[in-house]
T-cell receptor, first 113, second 114 residues
Framework: GNSVTQMEGPVTLSEEAFLTINCTYTATGYPSLFWYVQYPGEGLQLLLKATKADDKGSNKGFEATYRKETTSFHLEKGSVQVSDSAVYFCALSHNNAGNMLTFGGGTRLMVKP | NAGVTQTPKFQVLKTGQSMTLQCAQDMNHNSMYWYRQDPGMGLRLIYYSASEGTTDKGEVPNGYNVSRLNKREFSLRLESAAPSQTSVYFC?????????????FGSGTRLTVV
């Protein structure tokens, strides 16, 4: 079946540090890949997405590239801010009936000033 | 603002009580979902409705029932609450052919069963 594996957190960084959160997946065919962000006390918000191999999703300074050869979709940001502190979820979708999403376990990011 | 609305935001139940969590979306989405989020376990799918008139079990359906009342509304019912159902519950929706766009989530219902 489909699965998503994320690095365990928490990840603690100083402001302006470089961020990488690893995400790998197991799936047949060609899923779409997503990163969601959850700020404290809120629901999940779509951060970025990629729908085919070698696509790069980007938003708010975050980037992730769909790597089919390594089945990965790692999230990166060049310079994090305190306001980026949140939980980040990697997910995949097979665009099948019901548009089912499979989520990773989430990675908590804490950015210190 | 358009989106997914969940009620209530917070609820405390005694073991054995029943309640219904409400969810409504105004984006004309076909598919709706209920997830629970527990510490260290990410999101787990309870039930989903691919389209109006259909519902299917997800990963953790035991102890829950759902109703897709119409295209807008998808409710989750706990018939006899148990402490193991203490969690944060999220409703989400997605449009037809929009699997590539992912889901829109509600802000969650924090449920405590004592």
């Amino acid at each position: 079946g489909n699965s998503v594996t994320q690095m365990e957190g928490p990840v603690t960084l100083s402001e302006e540090a470089f961020l990488t959160i690893n995400c790998t997946y197991t799936a047949t065919g060609y899923p779409s890949l997503f990163w969601y962000v959850q700020y404290p006390g809120e629901g999940l918000q779509l951060l970025l997405k990629a729908t085919k191999a070698d696509d790069k999703g980007s938003n708010k300074g975050f980037e992730a590239t769909y790597r089919k050869e390594t089945t990965s979709f790692h999230l990166e940001k060049g310079s994090v801010q305190v306001s980026d502190s949140a939980v980040y979820f990697c997910a995949l979708s097979h665009n099948n009936a019901g548009n089912m999403l499979t989520f990773g376990g989430g990675t908590r990011l804490m950015v210190k000033p | 603002n358009a989106g997914v609305t969940q009620t209530p935001k917070f609820q405390v139940l005694k073991t054995g009580q029943s309640m219904t969590l409400q969810c409504a979306q105004d984006m004309n989405h076909n598919s709706m979902y209920w997830y629970r989020q527990d510490p260290g376990m990410g999101l787990r799918l309870i039930y989903y409705s691919a389209s109006e008139g259909t519902t299917d079990k997800g990963e953790v359906p035991n102890g829950y029932n759902v109703s897709r009342l119409n295209k807008r509304e998808f409710s989750l019912r706990l018939e006899s609450a148990a402490p193991s159902q203490t969690s944060v519950y999220f409703c989400a929706s997605s449009g037809l052919g929009q699997g590539v766009n992912g889901y829109t989530f509600g802000s969650g219902t924090r449920l405590t069963v004592v």
